[in-house]
């Protein structure tokens, strides 16, 4: 439907005679530093591409940025106000002007932080007319022009080419060809010949004959005949592939040996029995999975295996952007594909809840779309670039309750438990407008008792506050008996979708991160709750009394609580500054804390050491190594936020659970640590060690709005995760000595690099019908008149063009120094299916 039609009940006076799909959007940072300060000028650019004016007024534009904005427009001709989180709206001034076809009008203004990367530009514009103050329609393209800043830290080519300089090719036979490293590797010579005529035997209790059979059916294209039963009554000698009890195993534990003969699996339980499935996934050479075979040669090995830590977790963000079942079941894929077992769903979020709740149909209803609202009565209003238009893929999408039993039982099969995640009661936004516009329902039609049995906030609360996301309006009144109302329904109705799914749920994670300061200070729930209970003293003993009646609703189904660090702390002071440390209160629960605050030089380095010593399971999600949204490293052209640090594959790959202190060598703006910050912090004790539960990896879904950008952000850091969190602890994480530490680390980083580059990134570029897995930028020097390029990842190819133009997969191949005359050259990384990645153009010296 075109932008300037309306539905048949608007009357003709109302409708906009400018299509506004005919204007372009260009943003430019234009200037950091700006006047002086730590901020920046940019510009947008409207220009429309249509055939007829677009008018000077009788309009307001709005758009989303994660960063705020000065209100008067540097040019004067518009005013720019804040509106809610991250929405702004963008009104003409006298000075505006029509915009004829093919002119264009620009408005500078001003941020209150410097531009680093793509992702720190405003984003999804749509237009308003004031003929039509309910209603927004979207502008077209969005175009974002280069910025070639000078900041400190930035990464260019010519570092990235010394940042690669000591990545050597390593020989394809002496790689490990099972990925994550295995805790014993041996080839023992030879081949055996695999064919779609292979016989499946197996031990009924760790039975995987079937899900072997479909993974080998998809490498030869047709259905795995299983062994005729006669054949199951006799001994394995002779058999292609056999799959046995092996007692002495360790629960998750394999053995996989291939002889020329066959192959033999051994595993104590089925879980065990799948990883080693996977393990022969990746001993298959990578191009098998590129079409059907007729037969695959897989190498002679003996191997013995077993996972380091029995918590191996993913966390995505899907209540920011949406992401559809599909994207869901692939990552799944990936996941069991790389021995990954835990799959947190952030399902809810200040800008939406996603999933179906049959006793609570509004927080879907309401709290699932997003379009141009002001008032947030029937659907939420547009962030992270979702636009003014309801009909949209990252804003608008919730997963019903058919969708997410499938998506239980899917992963189930994989051996993935799946935590779905509830915030509260901060990052609420979505659940309070949702039960506000129930009550609303409710009271219109005279049901008063039924409109305030979920309400989530007191409507004669006056409490002011603001969030780290500048929302004003997102945090439930735990105060408020109603809430208990809405949290135990909304356990109810989880735990009966894990019921008919046939699957255990164990846990549910109810956040608990980010409440802002001032909240429920004038809220008459909070008074009256304080007149009768003598342990409430401050909003701050309001946690404590939360999370303590959400715990017994938790334990009253069954389940064990889990969320975010916070709600294991208890604040205090400490010489009259604030100070968090372990809430005694609820050791003895066995809550499980995930803690993502280990940010460097920011205070807290050590939180997820004192949890643990203190007696917390404590899930190591740290900002510094694994949150996979943030950008790779400094550079405009690399999306993704930077808050907490910087994180390229070598941050997950070099993680050390137990001290992570170690090997800290950059800030979180990618400068060299200065170690003092370490200094009077906690270390893990020999206890603590044993409440570490494992490690998580996470990404949120602010500026993740496609598959594509999804996949992008994931993989392959996501094996470099994979790798810490399942192969044993590496000899260089407890060397004492730094010069030898160092040796090993590097020696190790480069065969992990070379695993990457030649076997796991080619298997997933067809893997699964292939994933979008980032290609790294070269590394360009210009010397003595000779360009120079090299790689992250050996086995990737270099092209080049001369002309000026961006390299494609038919550009010249880049095999070693070429000597060019001119400026025009540019290199650019491709992987086997001819996907490339950023260019990169050599800056003379």
């Not at 636009?387 to 990252?394: H, W």
């Not at 703006?669 to 004790?685: E, M, S, V, Y």
Request: net charge neutral; glycine share 8%.
């Amino acid at each position: 439907m075109a932008a300037f039609c309306l539905s048949t009940a608007a009357k003709p006076k109302d409708e906009p005679k400018f299509n506004t799909h005919d204007l372009s959007i260009t943003w430019e940072a234009l200037q950091n530093d700006y006047q002086g300060k730590a901020q920046a000028l940019n510009a947008i650019t409207i220009t429309n591409n249509g055939k007829t004016t677009f008018p000077a007024t009788g309009w307001k534009m709005y758009f989303n940025s994660a960063r705020l904005i000065a209100e008067q427009a540097v040019t004067g001709n518009a005013t720019i106000k804040f509106v809610n989180g991250d929405l702004f709206s963008l009104t003409p001034t006298a000075t505006f002007g029509d915009i004829k076809p093919g002119q264009s009008v620009r408005v500078e203004f001003i941020d209150e932080d410097p531009v680093i990367t793509v992702t720190d530009g405003p984003e999804g514009f749509y237009v308003v007319w004031d003929t039509q103050p309910d209603k927004g329609y979207n502008t077209g393209a969005f175009i974002i022009k280069p910025f070639k800043p000078n900041y400190k830290g930035l990464i260019t080519p010519a570092i990235i080419y010394d940042l690669n300089k000591n990545i050597t090719d390593v020989p394809e036979a002496q790689l490990t060809k099972v990925f994550p490293t295995p805790v014993s590797y041996k080839e023992t010579g030879g081949f055996f010949t695999l064919h779609n005529r292979v016989w499946i035997t197996s031990h009924s209790s760790v039975d995987q004959t079937d899900y072997l059979a479909e993974q080998l059916a998809i490498l030869f294209g047709k259905s795995i005949l299983p062994a005729p039963s006669e054949i199951k009554k006799r001994p394995k000698i002779g058999y292609d592939i056999f799959l046995q009890i092996g007692p002495e195993i360790k629960p998750g534990g394999y053995e996989l040996h291939v002889s020329p003969t066959g192959i033999t699996i051994n595993a104590s339980d089925s879980t065990g029995m799948f990883y080693g499935i996977q393990s022969l996934k990746t001993l298959i050479s990578p191009s098998a999975w590129a079409h059907p075979q007729k037969e695959i040669q897989i190498p002679c090995v003996e191997i013995k295996d077993e996972p380091r830590f029995g918590y191996r977790a993913f966390m995505l963000d899907v209540g920011r952007n949406f992401q559809p079942k599909k994207e869901i079941f692939r990552v799944l894929d990936v996941m069991a594909l790389y021995k990954l077992n835990v799959f947190h769903m952030h399902l809810t979020e200040d800008e939406g809840w996603r999933l179906e709740m049959p006793s609570l149909p509004e927080l879907t209803e309401v709290g699932a779309r997003r379009g141009h609202t002001l008032d947030s009565k029937h659907f939420l209003p547009a962030s992270h670039g979702s636009g003014g238009e309801l009909d949209n893929k990252t804003g608008t999408g919730f997963y019903t309750r058919a969708d997410f039993i499938e998506i239980l039982k899917y992963a189930d099969k994989l051996h993935i438990m799946v935590i779905p995640e509830i915030e509260a009661p901060g990052h609420a936004r979505a659940a309070v407008k949702s039960m506000t516009a129930r009550y609303d329902r409710l009271m219109a039609e005279g049901k008063k008792a039924e409109a305030e049995k979920y309400l989530l906030y007191d409507p004669n609360d006056k409490s002011t506050y603001s969030t780290a996301q500048y929302w004003t309006d997102n945090v439930i009144d735990v105060s408020l008996p109603s809430t208990y109302n809405f949290v135990e329904t909304v356990i109810s109705d989880i735990v009966n979708m894990y019921k008919d799914a046939g699957v255990q749920l164990k846990t549910i994670n109810f956040g608990g991160d980010e409440v802002p300061a001032h909240v429920w200070e004038q809220s008459p729930a909070y008074l009256a709750l304080k007149a009768t209970h003598s342990e409430i003293k401050s909003t701050g003993d309001l946690w404590y009394y939360f999370y303590g009646r959400v715990n017994q609703l938790v334990k009253a189904k069954g389940l064990y609580l889990s969320g975010w660090e916070e709600m294991a702390l208890r604040k205090t002071a400490l010489d009259g500054q604030p100070v968090y440390v372990p809430n005694p209160d609820f050791m003895p629960e066995h809550l499980q804390a995930e803690v993502w605050n280990n940010t460097l030089g920011g205070g807290n380095e050590d939180l997820a050491y004192k949890l643990a010593n203190a007696g917390y399971k404590t899930v190591l999600t740290c900002v510094t190594n694994m949150y996979f949204d943030m950008a790779h490293y400094k550079s405009f052209d690399e999306p993704g936020y930077y808050w907490g640090a910087f994180s390229d594959i070598d941050k997950p790959f070099s993680f050390i659970p137990f001290d992570y202190f170690k090997n800290s060598k950059v800030d979180k703006d990618g400068l060299p640590l200065n170690r003092n910050i370490f200094i009077g912090k906690q270390r893990l004790t020999d206890y603590g060690k044993s409440n570490i539960l494992g490690l998580q990896s996470a990404v949120w879904g602010e500026n993740i709005k496609t598959t594509d950008r999804l996949e992008y952000m994931l993989l392959p850091r996501l094996l470099g995760f994979a790798e810490r969190a399942w192969a044993q602890d590496p000899v260089w994480a407890t060397e004492k000595n730094i010069a030898k530490s160092d040796s090993l680390y590097q020696k190790d980083w480069v065969n992990f690099l070379n695993v990457l580059g030649k076997r796991e990134m080619p298997r997933l570029s067809y893997y699964n019908g292939g994933y979008n897995y980032r290609v790294p930028k070269p590394g360009v020097i210009l010397q003595d008149g000779k360009y120079a390029a090299n790689i992250q990842f050996p086995g990737l190819t270099i092209r080049y063009t001369t002309n000026g133009k961006d390299p494609d997969e038919k550009s010249k191949l880049y095999n070693d120094a070429v000597t060019i005359d001119g400026s025009n050259v540019k290199f650019r990384a491709f992987d086997t299916k001819g996907r490339g990645g950023n260019v990169s153009e050599a800056v003379t010296p």
